[in-house]
């Protein structure tokens, strides 16, 4: 499984912005795909996470209720789509696949496929 995030940039406290994870490889659309993130000298974070099927997402404490996960199957993508953003929210951000179709983690620990990471910088 390869993945491709995109989207990151730099937006105001209270803006938004959209990430899109762009899937390829064998039987993508069988893995749970997570965001994660990770501020510098912090430890990496788990933000949210999606089934395969597209159902039950997950979400980190720090992020609910402002950020939304979905997944487009037809297009091998996956979105995370950030509100109310604050500079806390400040990190490269990941998506990342499990090692095991059929799975999806709140873990960063328990994700094996990475993809490259998109910087989002929030502005006081």
């Known amino acids: 499984v390869q993945l491709q995030a995109s989207g990151g940039g730099l937006a105001q406290a209270g803006g938004s912005l959209s990430l899109s994870c762009e899937l390829s490889?064998?039987?993508?659309?069988?893995?749970?795909v997570g965001w994660l993130r990770q501020a510098p000298g912090k430890e990496r974070e788990f933000v949210a996470a999606i089934k395969w099927s597209g159902d039950d997402p997950l979400y980190g404490d720090s992020v609910k209720d402002r950020f939304t996960i979905s997944r487009d199957n037809a297009r091998n993508t996956v979105s995370l789509r950030m509100n109310g953003l604050k500079p806390e929210d400040t990190a490269v951000y990941y998506c990342a696949a499990p090692h095991s179709s059929h799975t999806y983690f709140t873990s960063w620990r328990w994700y094996h496929y990475w993809g490259q990471g998109t910087l989002v910088t929030v502005s006081s």
């Open positions: 490889g064998r039987r993508v659309r069988d893995y749970g």
